[in-house]
């Protein structure tokens, strides 16, 4: 899902260079653990619901959101790796 291709479809550009590493999903905890907590404490101010619903909604929105943010934020990596370093990207 997460994988690199060795060339653009489109253009043919040689992506086999590039490696964005544990780049993605540390960026995506950064953006995600925030929400997350915040909608945690919404839930406890204005819906005061049991602990079992926090994790049912925590269980059911965590993974889905995760796996919606990851692609593009490596995408966005490897694009800034691509246009700051011009060595070993086929520039």
Not at 45 to 72: E, K, N, Q, S, Y
């Amino acid at each position: 899902m997460l994988a690199i291709r060795d060339r653009c479809e489109v253009c043919g550009l040689d992506l086999r260079g590039n490696d964005a590493g544990d780049g993605a999903p540390v960026g995506v905890m950064f953006v995600l653990g925030p929400i997350l907590v915040i909608l945690a404490f919404w839930m406890e101010t204005r819906l005061d619901p049991p602990l079992w619903v926090f994790a049912l909604v925590m269980i059911a929105i965590t993974p889905p959101l995760a796996v919606l943010l990851m692609r593009p934020a490596k995408a966005a990596l490897v694009a800034i790796q691509y246009r700051y370093r011009g060595s070993g990207t086929g520039r």
